[in-house]
């Protein structure tokens, strides 16, 4: 009888482990954004798309939502996150401020720009159509002024329906959601494809915007002398960096 115990013991706190892991509470984050755009945004106006993956320069990229209407595309990245969150536009990592202790984040909107690029080169459409959007599903708040498209989940609808500028026709709708449709990456398993892509392109980079392949080079002058970074081989043609994690 013990040894059922100690099982369903060690069942519970993997269980656990799971739910506490960043990529299930980023799932989590990603589901409740998604009931919203579904109850919320499906009156015909907003063609949603979840979780998809496109190919990209360096193999594919993964958008967590992507809504395709007449008033333009907006391209949406979610955060799971507690505490405080200090940030700014320019600024390449935020950081959250949690039981007092400091963690740094990879800037969303620039991580956003990546998902961009691949709807844009997708749908081969001009990228001031394209709308970037960064919405926070957690708890988190923010402590710096933020860009109007940074918010919590609680403004998103009222800030898509603020968009009022009609960019395209219904027959463009239509057109966009059929390219979209035969464009994203389908196999069994696409987050696994997809993190074998990152996995990948980790060890062998290639810049997300021409396609060729970085190189790994050292700061020569500049507040960051003597400092790691990927350089696009294109150079000068391409004039694309990289941060050396």
């Known amino acids: 009888m013990e040894w059922v115990v100690v099982c369903a013991f060690l069942i519970l706190v993997v269980k ?107 749908l081969g459409i001009n990228p001031k159509r394209l709308r970037s959007v960064v919405v926070f599903t957690g708890s988190a708040q923010f402590k710096t002024p933020m860009p109007d498209n940074v918010m919590g989940v609680q403004d998103f609808v009222e800030y898509v329906r603020s968009q009022t500028l009609v960019e395209f026709d219904d027959s463009d709708v239509r057109a966009f959601v059929l390219k979209f449709e035969k464009s994203a990456i389908s196999v069994p398993d696409v987050n696994r494809f997809h993190l074998q892509n990152l996995y990948r392109n980790r060890e062998n980079p290639s810049c997300p915007v021409c396609g060729k392949k970085w190189s790994l080079r050292t700061a020569r002058r500049g507040s960051q002398i003597g400092g790691q970074f990927w350089g696009c081989t294109g150079y000068p043609g391409c004039k694309r960096t990289k941060h050396v994690a």
């Open 16 to 122: 656990l482990s799971l739910l506490r892991s960043p990529g299930s509470i980023g799932r989590r984050g990603e589901l409740k954004l998604k009931s919203k755009i579904d109850s919320q945004l499906n009156d015909g106006t907003y063609h949603a798309f979840h979780n998809v993956v496109l190919p990209s320069p360096d193999g594919s990229t993964q958008i967590d939502h992507v809504l395709i209407s007449r008033y333009g595309i907006f391209i949406i990245e979610t955060k799971n996150m507690k505490g405080w969150i200090f940030g700014d536009e320019r600024e390449r990592v935020w950081t959250q401020v949690l039981f007092r202790r400091r963690h740094t984040f990879l800037n969303p909107l620039r991580q956003n720009y990546k998902h961009l690029k691949a709807v844009e080169a997708t």
